[in-house]
């Protein structure tokens, strides 16, 4: 127990400002919020105005943009994939893709799709399906003997709507 850790148990526990209540308690008539105008009224927020001068949230200029379009990718480097195989989490003579990256602990987001990238060496002969692949990671595993194939969730939806043109192009024709 030093000096610097003593507290004032009463200052802790003092009353609330009871403002409103007559004359003589100091606080009364207008509450201490002076005489009419909008700031003595209730429910009236008027921060950030600077008396009519350009306030600053409107001389700074805009800032940034954000693109709803963007495409998320999780990442796994083939350091990752390679320290996974040494461990038994994955078994190479079977597809690898996002789902068994998950259940071997690779994937820790949930994002539309998955990047491989060529960060590491990777010694053994994989054959992965994933959204996207970074030049050296795709020699690297060709290097090593494996495959690779990609998909992505853009060309399913112009497959499906190319399968359902085709569909109603048939049924004009007969």
């Given at each position: 127990m030093r000096l610097n850790?003593?507290?004032?148990?009463?200052?802790?526990?003092?009353?609330?400002?009871?403002?409103?209540?007559?004359?003589?308690?100091?606080?009364?008539?207008?509450?201490?919020?002076g005489h009419k105008g909008q700031k003595s009224r209730s429910g009236v927020s008027i921060k950030g105005f600077e008396g009519g001068q350009m306030p600053l949230y409107r001389r700074l200029p805009k800032h940034g943009f954000k693109n709803y379009f963007r495409k998320s990718y999780e990442i796994v480097n083939l350091s990752d994939l390679q320290t996974a195989i040494d461990l038994g989490k994955l078994n190479i003579k079977k597809l690898i893709n996002k789902s068994v990256l998950k259940e071997a602990g690779l994937l820790s987001k949930e994002k539309n799709d998955l990047k491989l990238l060529g960060k590491g060496k990777l010694k053994s002969s994989v054959n992965i399906e994933l959204s996207a692949i970074s030049k050296t990671a795709k020699d690297a595993i060709k290097k090593s003997g494996g495959t690779v194939s990609l998909i992505s969730r853009a060309n399913v939806i112009v497959d499906e709507k190319s399968k359902k043109n085709n569909k109603e192009t048939d049924i004009e024709s007969k």
């Open positions: 850790n003593l507290k004032n148990n009463e200052a802790s526990r003092s009353n609330r400002k009871r403002v409103g209540r007559g004359i003589g308690s100091g606080t009364g008539k207008t509450a201490g919020k």
